[in-house]
């Protein structure tokens, strides 16, 4: 395994799990930017990619590959195949998880399902599910993270598939416990053991699901999948399932962070409250920049397929690699002044749901989400922020918060 960083002045390492990384991560990812681009930590045991150039090649490179999922926990479970099967067996058959030609096709599959018509058909739902769930909480205190931000897309995604209502909640912890073994910073054997049976359980209730939708479909995006067809081409049972699980792990929990810290930007931000009620195209404005700034997804890992060189660095054959798509958001290289929240900013070439083709498919449910929420959180009601405290999940993925104390009023 490579070790040695070739320059002449010693670099901090980066540890993703430690309490200063969760609460910052830009200011070790920035020293390495100017230092040290293609970083070999000790601490990951993984090279660590921080130049927005950098990062897009990451996700570009066919060298590099998505298949990440059996590597990651072989680093604490030494057979992964023999002892979770479930977990090898669909890691194949997640959009995010698979090279090419596999993640064309599935793409090519998946993708009417998220057109700019459909989440533009979701709207008013979205809409009347914010007004439900805020108009539920008006005047408590309550825990934003649990009864307002996963909530929403715990709603949302549920009737998009057409989720039965008393399945909701056990839905999002589902996805709750696949992405904390696949996203963690400090990984537990209880964590993959939950991950596993999370796998067996919800494919229960999913097949259940799809043999309703092939025998009676439904205006869902389950009988989307159902149905979805190219040619003569079509997804399999895993397949399906692995539309689903990908689909609802990422519906819940990005959107669920996403929620959380950019409340608190906006709290903090009252010209920018202004600019976001102005109209629907300034809310997408300040959406779209609110998701380069803050970072809710903090960086994806990738395997060497074979040896290279890149920076002066041998990169082996088996090595991590995560593209910090974080530091590229904020890579003085790209943006001008990127620690600022600047609304008219171009965002086109964001990393917010990452580059290349494994960019998000989801990512017009998810801004459109967020800018009705934000646009009825903050045009009718008031929010007073509890506690000080910041307790961050333990994700390497995701930035978010474990529990947010607050108090929201309907304005008078």
Known sequence: MAGETGIAEPVQDVDFGSPAFLEDPWSPLRALQGQDPVFWSEKQQAWIVTRYDDVMATFRDQRLSASRIVPFLSTLVADV?????????????????????????????????????????????????????????????????????????????????????????????????????????????????????????????????????????????LSQFVQARDANDQLSDDELLGACHATIIAGFETTMHMLTLGMLELHERPVLQQRLLSSSSDAAQVVDELLRYIGMAKGMLRIAREDFEWHGKTIRKGDFVYGMNISANRDPRMWQRPDEIDPDRDNNRSMAFGPGMHFCLGHLLAKMELAEFFTELFGSYDVAILSAGRPWINSFTFRGLERLPVRISAKS
Not at 114 to 127: C, E, G, I
Not at 150 to 164: D, K, N, Q, S, W
Request: proline residues 4%; hydrophobic residues 45%.
């Open 81 to 221: 195949r023999a002892e979770y099967p479930l977990v090898a067996q669909f890691e194949e058959k997640w959009i995010s998880n698979v090279d090419q030609p596999v993640h064309s096709r599935l793409r090519r599959l998946m993708a009417n399902a998220f057109s700019r018509k459909v989440v533009d058909a979701l709207r008013p739902a979205s809409r009347k599910i914010s007004a439900d769930i805020l108009s539920e909480v008006d005047g408590r205190e309550v825990d934003y993270v649990h009864a307002v931000a996963r909530e929403l897309p715990a709603r949302v995604i549920t009737a998009m598939f057409g989720i039965p209502d008393h399945l909701r909640d056990q839905f999002a912890d589902w996805a709750g416990a696949i992405q904390q073994a696949t996203g963690a910073a400090v990984l537990t054997r209880d964590m993959v053991d939950l991950y596993h049976q999370t796998l067996a359980d919800m494919n229960v209730e999913l097949l259940k699901l799809i043999a309703e939708r092939r025998e009676s479909p439904k205006e869902d995006l």
